[in-house]
């Protein structure tokens, strides 16, 4: 934290923090973890000190080179079905530009410090449809098989090790 206000300090930089959107309890529970210490670390600093601090929260954030939506577009171009374990987990996916916007209203607009955004997209669609709509753009939609949760721990550990 010390190195937060040094830079706050010399700099008079406004801190924006990215965090995630809460997700559905078995979803992403370490990225959850982690990114609450986190940001109760970063509050707990703001109350000691002024840091300028608005945490903006996306949810899973998408556009022409992401990592999320592009990788199970590409894994469908290899395989004849989709294992996929959280099939109707519940995401909110947002455009890449619309966070970079609320990012920069948020550095411009000083009233927005000491608050927290939720950066969502307009609909809401399931780990599946989300799945199926990157294999239609890419002319490769492959049928779902939808995984119990405790497969899907190890189809994580698999996915760690994918390309891309």
């Known amino acids: 934290m010390d190195l937060i206000r040094a830079v706050h300090w010399i700099y008079?930089?406004?801190?924006?923090l990215m965090g995630a959107c809460k997700l559905g309890f078995f979803a992403r529970v370490w990225l959850e973890v982690t990114t609450t210490f986190g940001e109760l670390a970063l509050l707990s600093a703001a109350q000691k000190a002024p840091l300028g601090l608005t945490l903006i929260r996306p949810s899973v954030i998408f556009g022409k080179d992401d990592q999320?939506?592009?990788?199970f577009a590409k894994l469908q171009k290899v395989f004849p079905v989709m294992p996929l374990a959280?099939?109707?987990?519940?995401?909110?996916?947002v455009w890449v530009h619309d966070v970079a916007q609320a990012i920069v209203h948020c550095v411009n607009?000083?009233?927005t410090e000491g608050q927290m955004f939720e950066a969502?997209?307009?609909?809401?669609?399931?780990?599946?449809e989300l799945v199926q709509l990157a294999g239609r753009w890419v002319g490769q939609?492959?049928?779902?098989?939808?995984?119990?949760y405790a497969i899907g721990w190890l189809q994580a550990l698999l996915m760690e090790w994918a390309p891309g």
Do not use: E, H, Y
Not at 68 to 71: A, K, M, P, S
Not at 86 to 93: E, L
Not at 141 to 148: F, G, K, V
């Open 109 to 111: 607009t000083p009233s």
């Open 12 to 16: 008079g930089l406004r801190l924006q």
């Open 141 to 148: 939609a492959r049928p779902i098989l939808p995984l119990p």
């Open 86 to 93: 959280g099939a109707n987990t519940r995401f909110q996916p």
């Open 68 to 71: 999320f939506i592009n990788l």
């Open 120 to 128: 969502c997209g307009p609909d809401v669609m399931t780990l599946a």
